[in-house]
């Protein structure tokens, strides 16, 4: 299979086009090094990849590239490029929008004229809002603007495939953390600061609960879903277990081996409180699970970032 993914150089694509390549398929890498986060990291990502037979990266920003000669023959898109993170979306709105709804609207666009067969795109459990416990279908209601504008492209790729017949699914992935893990997400900042002996943050009173979906989990489902018919459906994708925040960082410092020195500062504005994946649809649907449990992952991520160091 060909398959073209976006946001190549990214966290979760990155690992996504591994896992592609070792299975065999063939990958067109798609990435414009956004500076959301330093290139080097992004650099980092693609160590891997550069070297792999089947992998080809096409530098392109997808919000002005042509993008049909990029999608014509490809046998299916996942579309993992957006700007992440709900922090800055208060600050930048024209980034989120441009990149997370302006450039899959580009892309839509181009995969209706070629006529692509599996269009996969990476949405987000921050769809429902401060609470996202529920299925599915439980009502949506994102309290930032990244929120806003990754529902809002869950709703362009629906009209596309409502009117026009583009074979979507959606993924809604929950916190997703492990080696590589974005340079302003919480994990990876706590194991960089805990190394360097500096006091973590915590905004709120750390009793926030997510249920973390490791990378290779998360791929998991995002490969079930390239190899399953598209049907137009949307699922969550999550970690089998809630944890709170306080906890993942009892268990990042334990295997670090250092005591945590933590700051409390009050919840930002749009921050989830609790998130619960309901992950019984694409259970039923494409026998997906998630297998890394939380101790497992934060010790391999911890063991990452202690590789990184030396
Ligand atoms: N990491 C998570 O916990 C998480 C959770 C829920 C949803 N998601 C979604 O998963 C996807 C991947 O997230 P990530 O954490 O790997 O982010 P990331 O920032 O590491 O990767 C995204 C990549 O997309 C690229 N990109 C952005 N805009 C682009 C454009 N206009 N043209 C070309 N490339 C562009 C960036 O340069 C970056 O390398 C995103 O769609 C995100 O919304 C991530």
Redesign the pocket.
Known sequence: MKVVV??A?????SHLCEALLARGDTVVG?????D??ERRH?EANLEGLHAAPGFTLAE????TAPLEPIVDGADAVV??????GLVLSWDDFERYQS?NLG?VQRLAAACSAVGIGHFVQ?????VYGVEATGPESSPTHPASPYGVT?LAAEQLLDAYRSTGGLPLTVLR?????GPRQ?PD?AYRTFCDRLLRGEPITIFGDGAQTRSNTYVTDAVAATVAALDAEPAGATYNVGGGRELALLDAVALLAEALGVDPVLEHRPARRGDQRRTVADTSRIARDLGWAPVVAPEEGLLRQARWALGRRR
């Open positions: 976006t946001g150089a990214g966290f979760i694509g798609v990435d414009c090094f956004t959301y986060y992004k392109v920003d997808l919000r579309n993992e490029a957006a700007t992440p990149c450039a990476a949405s987000t459990s921050s990754k992935y929950f916190s997703v953390y974005r997400m």
